[in-house]
Structures are given as C-alpha cells and as structure tokens.
C-alpha cells in the first residue's frame, strides 16, 4: 500500500536501511526494559524506537542536504516497518493509514521537542518521561537510567560523522 503512495520516495528500498537497523538494534537493548523499565508491550518499544528515532531525526538534521536525505530514508524505512508491523498485528487497510500517519508524527513530535532540548542546558528528565514512559509514573532509578542512556546515545550520534550514521554505524 505505502509503495504505491510514496513510489517516488522508495524508488531505493535499500536507502536508509543501515540506519534504521541501528535504530532498531538501540531501541532492542534489553536494558531499556529492564534497567529503565520501559514495559516490554507493542507501546513500550514503540516509545523507545520512536525516542531513537527522533534523536537521529534531530542529529541528520544538522547536516544539511546529506542529513536531510538520510532522515527523509530513515522515515521511509519506519513507515515500511510500522505498515508491516501493524498488518502482522491484524489491522485492516481501512484504518492502516490512519494509524501509521499518527505513529510517524507521534516521532515528528518527539523530534521537535528533542531538537530543542538538546539546544539547551535544561534538565532531561521531563522529556524522558513524557516520551520515553508516556508520563506514566515510573521509578526515579529507572527514569535516571534512560535519561543517562539517552543522554550517551545522543553524545554518540553528535560525534558521528553523517556517513558513518547513514552506514549505520556510531562512535
């Protein structure tokens, strides 16, 4: 379905998929679920997988038309998934595109209150909370846990040279 949609936007399956496999392979880290916590359901790992995804989102960003492009694939490949996923979990066409549309812009979302934040000195642990956790309530070990992790991946994917992370690989 999303193939016919954004035909001149996939026209190279191949793009961007080294980057989301790092996304994806950051977002399974078992320590996400246990250490922080995060409840290991379809919500949970959605919540961290978008959290990576914004955060790369946010530092392609910096980097111009390279950075742009790699974002642009990026998105491309997280809305093949999240078609995939959601088929596999039994949703119909009718509601599909809905569905996939609110989960790419729930990332957007993410990525514009990250691109900010990490602009600034301002504390972490509300935006940890509010996208990571969904504002549940959660333990402060837990919270510190994934905001100190993000807080690495971040400083990791910042001294990363854009080829390195369109190749899928990061400091």
């Known amino acids: 379905m999303f193939r016919a949609l954004f035909a001149r936007l996939t026209d190279e399956p191949e793009r961007g998929q080294a980057l989301?496999?790092?996304?994806?392979?950051?977002?399974?880290?078992?320590?996400?679920?246990?250490?922080?916590q995060v409840p290991d359901t379809v919500n949970g790992r959605f919540a961290v997988l978008a959290m990576i995804v914004a955060l790369l989102m946010v530092r392609l960003d910096r980097d111009g038309e390279p950075g742009k492009d790699a974002g642009t694939?990026?998105?491309?490949?997280?809305?093949?998934?999240?078609?995939?996923e959601i088929?596999?979990?039994?949703t119909g066409?009718?509601?599909l595109g809905k569905q996939v549309r609110q989960l790419?812009?729930?990332?957007?979302?993410?990525?514009d209150r990250w691109g900010k934040l990490v602009a600034t000195t301002e504390p972490w642990g509300a935006e940890v909370r509010r996208s990571v956790y969904l504002d549940e309530t959660?333990?402060?070990?837990?919270?510190?846990?994934?905001?100190?992790?993000?807080r690495i991946f971040w400083a990791r994917i910042e001294e990363s040279r854009v080829e390195d992370l369109i190749d899928g690989k990061i400091g």
Do not use: H, I, K, Q
């Open 20 to 36: 989301f496999r790092l996304a994806v392979t950051e977002a399974r880290r078992p320590d996400w679920y246990l250490r922080g």
């Open 73 to 84: 694939a990026l998105t491309e490949r997280l809305v093949e998934s999240l078609d995939a």
């Open 87 to 90: 088929r596999e979990m039994g």
């Open 93 to 95: 066409d009718p509601t």
């Open 104 to 111: 790419v812009g729930a990332v957007a979302g993410r990525a």
């Open 138 to 150: 959660v333990a402060a070990e837990a919270l510190d846990f994934s905001e100190s992790a993000l």
